[in-house]
């Protein structure tokens, strides 16, 4: 009965040392994934910014507000660097107005230099108000 229990012993020392080689294979893989999930989330947050800052600078371009006052809204509401622009267009009386909002995440902040960035955008296109001319 001793040479069974010598024997499981020895087994378990031998798989001992694969449970800390799998530990740190794993790791960086789950490091690796862990850091794509937060870019791809950051990603997300700033389209979302896109979208409402291009909303609100349309509704405030239909009202008639003056350009840098649209502008102003969507670069206050808009992610970091946010380029705006806004373009008028319709005939007759339905007249529109449209605002897109553009901007470069980078991963990370730009502190990963070597990665590409990522281009988001939106545009949102309101009707002018009758009492705007």
């Not at 806004?86 to 730009?110: N, Y």
């Not at 988001?120 to 309101?126: F, K, M, T």
């Amino acid at each position: 009965m001793s040479s069974r229990l010598a024997g499981r012993r020895a087994g378990r020392s031998r798989d001992a040392g694969m449970v800390t080689a799998e530990t740190a294979v794993l790791l960086p893989v789950l490091v690796v994934v862990l850091a794509a999930a937060v870019f791809v989330l950051a990603c997300v947050a700033a389209q979302l910014e896109c979208v409402d800052a291009a909303r609100s600078a349309a509704r405030a371009a239909a009202r008639g507000e003056p350009a840098a006052t649209v502008t102003g809204t969507a670069e206050r509401l808009g992610p970091a660097d946010a380029r705006v622009g806004v373009s008028r267009g319709g005939t007759g009386e339905v007249r529109t107005v449209s605002v897109v909002v553009a901007a470069q995440v980078r991963p990370f902040g730009g502190a990963l230099r070597g990665l590409p960035a990522v281009r988001v955008s939106a545009r949102a296109v309101a009707a002018v108000e009758p009492e705007v001319s």
